[in-house]
């Protein structure tokens, strides 16, 4: 049956037409896909974020948030922020997506907000869930992974490839600290090893800003290290992403405590690239150590990892498999159908009220809603 979606997000401006054609980061990537998703399953979509036009694409609605909203509809994803969770007055379902560690929720303007309308709290793990504060005011939380796009997901079987190392994420999470590692022990141990860095500030639409600056000055050292074989290229849309990633022999990532799915990293496992990681964040969420890659517990073992993965073709070729076979993750059809079993049926037809603060319930301070904590498919069961 067709059902009414709404999503909202009002971060940076974005829309369907711009995944296909430039990179975008991995809660925008998510966006978009779960809108398209959940239209190719026969749903009315609408997402309002702060795109410049609206248009229709992928019978997905774009539309600024400057527009009406609707007032009332099915299911509504508010993604990340405060101000998205009450734009839709009447919602069978209300959801707040969180693609952040949830401990900012404690701030006051988020809290009346969580009481006033008890949303759904939608978290991408097991990690990710542990950050929720479990006294807050809010409805059940429900762990939904990200999905890993199509072209990820159908990579081949290849054959060890050239001694290049990838590093596809947030280059302050870490890359600086990569960047020691590399000059002073791998590089040296691998003399004909590469670093091929692909980030930059626009994907998080940080140009010009304090952040955005700061990654400049970490890629600007990249750039100054072409003697050890790091090469740094712009940003890359998934599709040329993903022919980066077919040539990669490893990923190599620190991780970060601010990581809770790290869809880099999935689409690196899912492409059959062995990771290299701390275990930082949701990154042993990621990988399966000794399978599909190396949670190194410390600097020593992860350089020890990253050398042996650069040097040796049958243990990269185990690894290399393995993920091919474990680690192609969900599709986002998948993804969509679990959105869409959290739309209740409607009592006698009616809308539900929304709430108020004295109503609020505390169901997080419960455990919320474990069921998809068990295993997901393509997905490592041990963390």
Known sequence: MMASVVMADDGIAFDGVMAETAPLGGAETAFVALAEALAARGHRVEARNRCGVAIVHKGVRWAPLSRDFPRACDLYVGNRSHRVIGLVRQARRRVLWLHNPAFYLKKPRNLWRLAWYRPTLVVTGVYHAATIPRWLPCGRYEIIPYGVLDRFRSAPAREPPAPRAIFTSNPLRGLDWLLDLWVARIKPAV?????????????????????????????????????????????????????????????????????????????????????????????????????????????????????????????????????????????????????????????????????????????????????????????????
């Open 191 to 383: 003399p004909a090893a590469e670093l091929h860095i692909y980030a930059g500030a626009a994907v998080y639409g940080l140009a010009g800003t304090p952040r955005g600056r700061r990654m400049d000055e970490v890629l600007a050292r990249a750039d100054a290290l072409a003697a050890f074989g790091v090469r740094r290229f712009a940003p890359a849309g998934s599709k040329a992403l993903a022919t980066a990633l077919s040539s990669a022999r490893i990923m190599l990532y620190r991780g970060d405590p601010g990581e809770t799915f790290c869809l880099a990293l999935a689409e690196a496992q899912a492409m059959g690239v062995p990771a290299v990681v701390k275990p930082l964040g949701s990154t042993p969420e990621r990988v399966i150590d000794g399978v599909t890659g190396r949670v190194a517990e410390n600097d020593e073992a992860f350089v020890a990892a990253a050398v042996a993965l650069l040097r040796d073709n049958e243990l990269w070729r185990g690894w290399h498999l393995a993920a091919l076979e474990r680690q192609r993750g969900l599709n986002w059809d998948t993804v969509g159908a679990r959105f869409e079993a959290l739309i209740p049926d409607a009592p006698d037809g009616g809308w539900p009220e929304q709430g108020s603060v004295s109503e609020a319930v505390f169901p997080c301070c419960q455990g919320g809603n474990r069921e998809n904590i068990a295993a997901e498919p393509g997905y490592p069961s041990k963390i």
